[in-house]
Structures are given as C-alpha cells and as structure tokens.
C-alpha cells in the first residue's frame, strides 16, 4: 500500500507554545488529507478535512483557530496546534487518499503522540 | 447515540481459536465498510474493506456485512499471539468515501 509519513512521531512541549505536525504522502499525491485525534482507549475522532489548495473543514466543536490545517501542496499538509493547553495532549493521525470514487483508501500516518507540560 | 457502536473488550482468546468481532450503525447511509489494525502507539492499518451485503475472505480474516441489520463482522480464523492489538471497524459513504467514522476499537489479547 502507498505511504504516508508523519513527523514527529513524538512532541513534550511546554504550556503556551505551538506544536507543528507533518504528514506527507511519499509515493502518491493525496488530494484529501483528514486529521484525526485519539485519547487513550478511546477511538479515532474526525478533526478535520483538508483539500489542497483550500481551507480545511473542521468538525463540530473542533477550534479552527487552535488547530490550523494547511495543505499547501498535494504530498503535504500540517497540522498546528497553537497555544497548547494539557488537555491537547493526545495522539494525533493523520490520513490520505488518492481519489474519490468508491475505491478510495485512506492511508495513515503511524501518529504523533503530543504531551504538552 | 453514536453513530458506530462497537464493544472496547477486553476480548481474549487463546492461540488457535477464532476471534469474532462487531459494529453496529445507525446512519443507513453507510456505504463502505472497513476493518482496521491497530497496534499501541501506531496507526492504523487497514485490513479489509467491503462495500455490500455478505461475506469477504481474505486468508484467515472474513468480513461481514448485512446492512438489512447495520450490523459488521470481522472473524479472524487460527488467531496467533502477533494479532493482540486494537481492532477498528471504519465506515464511510459518498462522496466523502475516505471520511471514516470509526468504532471505539476492540482490544484482542491472544493468548499462547
């Protein structure tokens, strides 16, 4: 299957700075590429959905403005999360996909795991 | 009421025995489908994906779908210690077909 690498796999950072998570597409072009977040023992949870070339899409009760998504090209798309609190520590996955049509597969990152202190 | 209901387990079984795992869903939207592997502090990996009513084999995995009951299986034949891990189920429907609502996920503890 294709993959797709995130970066890092891991973050400690402080309370009050800002986290930046990559995830790239090696070896397709992603034009979708969606953020989820997973606290422990608990399930995937949709962040949001991000379209290279426009604004992500953001799911009920997600922050925009805490989480910022760019997809600036179709291998790559970040995630920021700007002024982090404790309760933002949390395994962060991201996936893509390669087409829209039936036969679409996500692909995941192997995760970030964020500790903020 | 979420829209997937899956039971988190713990569910185990020992070495040789078969692993029988489910979904249920509200949304008669759902279209597509999906089991995924997860192992602590991974991503998640796909396993087998099926868009229609009936059974899907794959090796020692099968997947089921009657979508008359909104209801999924997964069985997983001669279950082997490395199959401890995280099972998910992930369904979606168009056009956001990679838009996945997943389950809560079931531990599997195969024991040897």
């Known amino acids: 299957g294709a993959v797709v690498s995130q970066h890092p796999s891991w973050v400690i950072c402080k309370s009050g700075t800002s986290v930046k998570i990559e995830c790239r597409s090696l070896d397709f072009q992603a034009t979708t590429m969606f953020w989820y977040r997973q606290f422990p023992k608990q399930s995937l949870m949709l962040m949001a959905t991000s379209n290279e070339g426009s604004k992500a899409t953001y799911e009920q009760g997600v922050e925009k403005d805490k989480f910022l998504i760019n997809h600036a090209s179709l291998t790559l798309s970040t995630l920021t999360v700007t002024s982090a609190h404790p309760e933002d520590s949390s395994f962060y996955i991201c996936s893509a996909t390669n087409q829209g049509g039936p036969n679409t597969e996500a692909f995941f990152g192997q995760g970030t795991r964020l500790t903020v202190v | 009421q979420k829209e997937v209901e899956q039971d988190p387990g713990p569910l185990s079984v020992p070495e040789g025995a078969i692993v029988s795992l489910n979904c249920t869903y509200s949304n008669s939207a759902f279209q597509y489908f999906m089991w995924y592997r997860q192992y602590s502090r991974k991503g998640p990996e796909l396993l087998m994906y099926t868009y229609s009513s009936g059974n899907k084999e794959d090796g020692r995995f099968t997947a089921q779908v009657d979508k008359s009951s909104k209801y999924i299986s997964l069985f997983i034949r001669d279950s082997q210690p490395s199959d401890s891990a995280t099972y998910l189920c992930?369904?979606?429907?168009?056009?956001?077909?990679?838009?996945?609502?997943f389950g809560a996920g079931t531990q599997v503890v195969v024991t040897p």
């Open positions: 992930a369904m979606s429907f168009p056009p956001s077909w990679g838009k996945l609502q």
